[in-house]
């Protein structure tokens, strides 16, 4: 995906420089204009970036007039400046800007990257707003699309569930306590019920003057609560939070359940997988031929080519099917098939288009090629599967490599 555009509007070159290295070091392309005019310029010619960062004096707008043409091209509009005077911060925020940031601010231009990381990250997520209040509904879907979420509207707990079963994307969910039938707080319990705080974030929403609601909303399982009426910049903040925090979660349970080199599971979510397989399932074992030799010959940059290699191939044959490193040179797939017939057609098309690739590592060829073997679905649970996958993935080795052994013995052809 090509990186994203960010216009920056600054006419200090001290403060452009150190802004245009941070964005830039993010993977953004930083656009800049210098003026009020030539930010204008820039937007008649048609470039319309992901977000803008203003300086709100400039030269020929000392009174943030420049802000009116970002708004106007529907441009999320970070502000930044040196007036960090109260009148000025409400001005500002009265605004649909994304957020204002003084520049004397400790860490200034880090908080505007994350900003920036935050927006951009955002166009991917869905948020969903639960409220039966139209009007309410609508408020919180503009502020949520001021910071890029895809928003979902629902006006009560059924139309909530039915949004969270379809879309499968909803990451930040909002719901008001005030509803007729199932109520925010009870509401809350069940969708933590069926989502856990690694895949959901929920914040609560009342009115209410009773001291207990957010304590409850809590205990129900939500991850935060605003009380109304809230402004935008508290809102925003709240957001971010949580949304970030969720994020922190995923990538502690992604590093706990995958494979860093491969992108794979790893064998703890191999075994958990099993688990859930509804049906009876194969088993392959995969290994790499005369690996020790590839890392001998390439050095372990090499080796480390040939793994990834191979598990964009496992991802690119088999998916839909759970495919694991599960340590070394060793993958499994499980297949969720008793037809090891096919099974075995499927793991040698795998196996001669890997031994096709060719990799260039400091300028000789690589070809990886993998030795393969195959339970029968009948094999008692996971740990019968890979044993009997095991003895048959020695045959295939004992065989003489880059081949597939199945259930009836039948070999692969050896790749020429």
């Not at 860093?260 to 392959?284: D, I, M, W």
């Not at 839909?320 to 040698?348: K, N, P, Q, Y």
Request: aromatic share 6%; with cysteine; charged share 25%.
């Amino acid at each position: 995906m090509p990186a994203a555009d960010i216009l920056l509007i600054e006419d200090s070159p001290s403060v452009l420089r150190p802004l245009t290295r941070v964005v830039e070091q993010g993977g953004y392309r930083a656009h800049t204009a210098e003026s009020r005019a030539a930010l204008q310029a820039r937007l008649a010619a048609g470039l319309r970036p992901l977000a803008a960062v203003l300086d709100y004096c400039l030269p020929d707008a000392p009174e943030g007039e420049a802000l009116a043409d970002l708004i106007a091209a529907g441009i999320p509009t970070l502000v930044l400046t040196a007036r960090n005077d109260a009148a000025t911060r409400e001005r500002v925020m009265a605004q649909p800007v994304v957020d204002y940031v003084p520049k004397d601010m400790p860490g200034a231009l880090e908080y505007v990257a994350m900003l920036l990381r935050r927006l951009d990250r955002n166009r991917a997520l869905f948020a969903l707003v639960i409220d039966d209040s139209r009007t309410v509904r609508q408020h919180l879907k503009q502020l949520l699309e001021r910071y890029q979420f895809r928003v979902l509207l629902a006006g009560d707990a059924d139309e909530a569930i039915r949004a969270l079963a379809a879309e499968p994307a909803i990451r930040l969910v909002l719901v008001d306590q005030d509803m007729p039938g199932m109520d925010g707080i009870a509401l809350t319990h069940r969708i933590r019920r069926a989502y856990g705080r690694d895949r959901l974030a929920i914040i609560g929403i009342s009115g209410a003057s009773d001291s207990t609601t957010t304590a409850r909303f809590i205990k129900a399982g939500a991850d935060d609560f605003l009380k109304k009426p809230f402004n935008a910049e508290e809102f925003h903040c709240r957001i971010t939070h949580n949304v970030e925090f969720l994020e922190n979660m995923e990538a502690l349970v992604r590093a706990a359940n995958h494979d860093p080199l491969t992108g794979l599971p790893n064998r703890r979510a191999f075994f958990a997988a099993s688990e859930q397989v509804g049906q009876p399932y194969c088993v392959a074992m995969l290994d790499v031929d005369h690996f020790k030799s590839v890392n001998d010959r390439y050095g372990h940059d090499g080796g480390d080519r040939a793994l990834t290699l191979l598990a964009e191939q496992l991802y690119e044959h088999f998916p839909g099917e759970t495919c694991a490193r599960l340590g070394g040179e060793e993958f499994a797939v499980i297949f969720a098939s008793a037809d090891i017939r096919a099974v075995h057609a499927r793991l040698d098309a795998f196996r001669m288009a890997l031994a096709a690739q060719v990799l260039n590592v400091r300028g000789r060829p690589l070809r990886v090629t993998v030795s393969v073997g195959v339970s029968d679905a009948g094999a008692d649970g996971i740990g019968g599967k890979l044993a009997q996958a095991d003895e048959r993935l020695y045959r295939a080795k004992a065989g003489g490599r880059n081949r597939v052994v199945s259930l009836d013995g039948a070999d692969a052809a050896v790749a020429g």
